[in-house]
């Protein structure tokens, strides 16, 4: 009867559960994404996009949605460097740290470390981003991703 019982629950757990393997495909698009921005490359980062994507980002506004999102979330970006002094921006990628893929949909936590100057100060920040995928004809694309984390701090 054990037997039984642990083989219909190992049964549920596979019927019921998301896929959680990594899956190089789903995460190729993220880390292409941020290879093109560390280059300065926006059209390269953008082709990572869906046409509808939206970004959640602490600096103002906060959310860009719809048709060219990244190009105006950079646009932003760089604005905000400049008022600021910020120069060198960079982001770093860890592993990822949580996937679930459920057809032609995907969730990806990605730890971040993101390294920059700020009025010719080092400053870091550690973060998470947090992408929502759609699988397209062409592939895998971003449909939506977050910045999470706390302020940046001096280098040590």
Do not use: C
Not at 7 to 29: F, M, N, Q, R, T
Not at 37 to 65: L, V
Not at 85 to 104: A, F, Q
Not at 108 to 127: I, N, Q
């Amino acid at each position: 009867m054990k037997t039984i019982v642990i083989a219909l629950a190992s049964a549920i757990a596979v019927w019921a559960a998301p896929a959680l393997a990594k899956d190089a495909a789903v995460e190729a698009p993220i880390y292409q994404f941020l290879d093109a921005f560390n280059k300065g490359d926006i059209a390269a980062a953008a082709a990572t996009h869906a046409d509808d994507a939206h970004i959640t980002d602490e600096f103002a506004p906060h959310f860009w949605g719809g048709h060219d999102v990244l190009k105006r979330w950079a646009a932003d970006f760089d604005k905000d460097a400049a008022a600021k002094g910020l120069t060198n921006p960079k982001v770093v990628l860890g592993g990822v740290t949580r996937e679930l893929v459920e057809g032609d949909r995907a969730y990806v936590v990605v730890p971040s470390v993101y390294t920059f100057t700020l009025k010719g100060v080092a400053m870091r920040e550690t973060a998470q981003m947090t992408f929502a995928l759609h699988k397209e004809d062409g592939g895998w694309k971003i449909v939506s991703w977050t910045w999470t984390g706390p302020d940046a701090s001096p280098v040590p």
